[in-house]
Structures are given as structure tokens and as C-alpha cells.
């Protein structure tokens, strides 16, 4: 009544249910993964848009004040810098659910650099250390421009510049 080969069938069903099984796993593992990648890109992509708001108030501040100011170093050294430098050296603020450092750098006047015809440009890098949470941070700089009244003459060719934001990086 019974064939020999029907445990052959049963063995088959077996295998393929298997891999369909390994298949189904792997499509799991995938659908984990590229959810984990939008969130921390969600996560980054929110921190940015903080970090611009943060940008703008701090760029208010710096010629209020002359805390949180250091020398000029390289942008490379902020990375390298533990959260105790940064209680030490930096202003920190907390406001809005968000945690940040920032460091104000002087990087001098360019008399050449003519905003009006009685104010040239006064160059400030800020650096701004974001604590997204204890796995992530953002370290980004922005070059500012302010106007300063006090210059001398222009050795070489003027040019004009704009008051402002310059430039951002991520370091």
C-alpha cells in the first residue's frame, strides 16, 4: 500500500521548510538592521538641525562675551578631547533635552576683508560638541563673520565679504 520512498518525500519537505525558514531569519535580521540605520540616521539628521539652531545663538554671544575662549589649535585636537577637557575648557549648556559644549576661537581680523566702508571682517570659529546620547556625539565647527570698526590699512587687494556663517564642517 505504501511506497519506499514516501520518507524520501517527508525528508524533502523537511529540508525545504529548512531553508525557507534560514530565508525567512535573514529577511528578519535585514529588516532589524536597516531599522537600527534609520534611526541613527533619523537621530543624526535631527542633531544637525539642533546643532544650526544652537549655531545661531551661540554666534549672538560672541562678542557679548569672552567666556568659553582659547587659543587658536587644530580641529583635529577636538577629537581627541575627553568630556573632562571639555567641562574644563568649554561652556556647557543644557536646554531643551539637549546637552552641548562650545568653544569660541578668535581667528583674527582681515583688514583686506570689506564688509562697509567703516567695517571689515572679525573671524570666530565655534566648535560645538553635541551629546546625542553615551553612544553618540556630533563635533561640528562653523566660521563666522562679525564686523569690527577698528582696522588698519589694507596691504594688498580688498575684497568684499558678508557677515555671517561661512562655513560648516563635521569633524
Not at 90 to 106: H, M, Q, R
Request: net charge positive; with cysteine.
Amino acid at each position: 500500500m505504501f511506497k519506499k520512498d514516501n520518507g524520501f518525500v517527508l525528508l524533502m519537505v523537511l529540508l525545504i521548510l529548512q531553508l525557507l525558514s534560514a530565508f525567512s531569519f535573514y529577511a528578519y535580521l535585514q529588516s532589524a538592521t536597516e531599522l537600527k540605520q534609520n534611526s541613527y540616521r533619523w537621530q543624526r539628521e535631527n542633531a544637525y538641525q539642533q546643532a544650526n539652531q544652537i549655531f545661531l545663538k551661540v554666534e549672538k554671544l560672541i562678542n557679548e562675551t569672552t567666556q568659553c575662549r582659547i587659543s587658536i589649535r587644530p580641529a583635529s585636537s577636538f577629537i581627541k578631547q575627553t568630556k573632562a577637557w571639555w567641562q574644563i575648557n568649554a561652556c556647557y549648556v543644557t536646554s531643551d533635552n539637549l546637552n552641548y559644549f562650545y568653544i569660541i576661537e578668535s581667528l583674527g581680523r582681515d583688514d583686506c576683508a570689506i564688509i562697509s566702508t567703516t567695517q571689515v571682517a572679525d573671524y570666530y570659529r565655534i566648535t560645538l560638541n553635541l551629546l546625542i546620547d553615551d553612544r553618540m556625539r556630533l563635533l561640528l565647527q562653523r566660521t563666522v563673520i562679525l564686523p569690527t570698526d577698528t582696522f588698519n590699512l589694507c596691504a594688498s587687494k580688498q575684497h568684499n565679504v558678508t557677515i555671517g556663517s561661512q562655513m560648516q564642517r563635521e569633524i
